[in-house]
């Protein structure tokens, strides 16, 4: 079972990944506002509903990704002691946050050579949200939403790992609903604000505050698993 508290880390794991978020995503956010029809773009108020979907359709994905493999951790709890597939899975996910957290923080990038692995799977989808360019209702908007959150991301591979040991298809899916409600503040400010907050995101002290934080979360993770 996943404890209250794990929920609360997942939220707090994608509001401090969110500078990666920025960087990663800063050009899909711009080319999906820059989808919207011209008469739209020069309000905030007009935007919101399309920044809405966009960012509900990739949490949406987040979910779906999350509910397999909470399904999949399930399983390999049949195939062993629940307790010892619990701590196993556990562990992996801690070393996956400390990955993450050196790569947040600019010390390590092996993870960039995971997000490739991802490559293959993007390469099929992404024709499919050129079609729906430009977008005209918010709902078009959460449908490219839905295609954007299977982009390779580091960041989502790291809390998939962890969505794993939930051992359930409904928990699995309650963590990837954190984490992506995790990562809605930073993302929706930039499709809003853009420049600025992009530029925010790329200071190195900004990144290495967020890395060492998502670090403090691995280690705590680990320590539980052993």
């Known amino acids: ?24 995503c800063g050009g899909i956010i711009g080319a999906l506002t820059f989808g919207l029809p011209e008469k739209l773009r020069g309000s905030l108020v007009d935007t919101l509903p399309y920044q809405l979907g966009y960012n509900l359709g990739r949490i949406s994905s987040y979910v779906i990704a999350g509910g397999i493999m909470g399904g999949l951790g399930m399983l390999l709890a049949e195939l062993v002691p629940v307790y010892l ?7 992996v ?37 050129r079609h729906l360019l430009p977008v005209h209702t918010p709902g078009q908007a959460w449908v490219l939403g839905l295609i954007w959150g299977w982009i390779p991301c580091g960041l989502v591979y790291s809390t998939l790992a962890w969505s794993v040991s939930a051992g359930s298809v409904l928990e699995g899916a309650g963590l990837m609903l954190a984490f992506g409600l995790g990562t809605l503040p930073n993302l929706f400010a930039m499709g809003l604000l853009g420049s600025g907050i992009a530029r925010w995101a790329k200071d190195i002290r900004v990144r290495r505050a967020a890395g060492l934080m998502v670090i403090g979360f691995g280690l705590v993770t680990v320590w539980r698993a052993l």
Do not use: D, K, N
């Open 1 to 24: 079972m996943v404890e209250p508290m794990s929920y609360l880390t997942a939220f707090v794991v994608g509001l401090s990944g969110g500078v990666h978020c920025i960087g990663m």
């Open 85 to 91: 597939a619990q701590r196993v899975l556990l562990g």
């Open 93 to 129: 996910a801690g070393l996956f946050m400390l990955f993450l957290g050196l790569y947040l923080g600019g010390w390590w990038l092996g993870l960039a050579r995971i997000e490739a692995l991802g490559g293959a799977l993007w390469r099929r989808i992404e024709p499919i949200a």
